[in-house]
């Protein structure tokens, strides 16, 4: 699956720092810790930034595929992408948006899941041996690597000490179960710590400064970024992606054959098409700026033939 636009040229060194305009201007930006800070680092060179993805099913969605595309976007500006297969937190679910527990998965399952997911993943970034000049070569890994053999009391010591109850309840994903009837787990109460970890492993590792997810991980990624100073004395950053809706009410992903999957297997390449050439009107334009690599300027020239001639459908074409 080639993604890369025509004519397409890596940016480097002193370019860098477009790509958070660019972002600002595509509308792919909702929350951020210190902005200027980081575009100041990152005007010092290139960043190395990681989104995770739990394998709650063996192929992800639209859904995903903001956060796949803006690890794109960042490795072609220059960056250095991560993404995380969530082996570990896959185990454990995630209670960020959801008002009831997930069921576990098992080993096999799961397994399943992760090596299904890891191959989607492959394809949308560049790695060893399909690098352009300019490329940092992408990282795939699975957090199972760094945390099935830590043990509970490990854990606790190494881990939980830096991370307050007070600060997890503060936290949106854990205050709105804590306020509906099913409430939450400690299990799934815990994934906030998990993340973290990751994030704090993935610094110390591999220099990884940056994570990035949609809006309603913004609690999970600033738990990481205070793990990072309190166990590293480092600085770390976070940005979020808005969640992605659509304007008639209806739910972003949906039909009614149920969710549009990226396995050709579940969704055929007619269904996926046919899904992007009917969204609402008042959507299509907001769509070419989150889902294309198109120039903003040409999708302004879109945008224009859509008011003009909407009955021509060039917008949701080119989107399609």
Known sequence: MDLRPVGHRPHTGGMSTTILDDLAARGLIRDSTDIDDLRRRMGEGPISLYCGFDPTADSLHIGHLVPLLLLRR?????????????????????????????????????????????????????????????????????NRDWTEGVGVLEFLRDVGKHVTVGTMLGKESVRARLAGDQGISFTEFSYMILQALDFDHLYKKNECELQIGGSDQWGNITAGIDLIHRRQNRQAYGLTMPLITNSDGTKFGKTEAGAVWLDLARTSIYQFYQYWVRVDDRDVVRYLNFFTFL???????LARQHMEEPHARFAHKALA
């Open 74 to 142: 960042f490795q072609d500006a220059g960056h250095r992408p991560i993404a995380l297969a969530g082996g570990a937190t896959g185990m454990v679910g995630d209670p960020s948006g959801r008002s009831a527990e997930r069921n576990l998965l098992d080993g096999p399952t799961l397994n399943h899941n992760v090596d299904a997911v890891a191959v989607q993943l492959r394809s949308f970034l560049r790695f060893e041996g399909d690098l352009q000049p300019g490329d940092a070569s992408a990282l795939l890994v699975d």
């Open 295 to 301: 120039p903003r300027d040409e999708i302004e020239v």
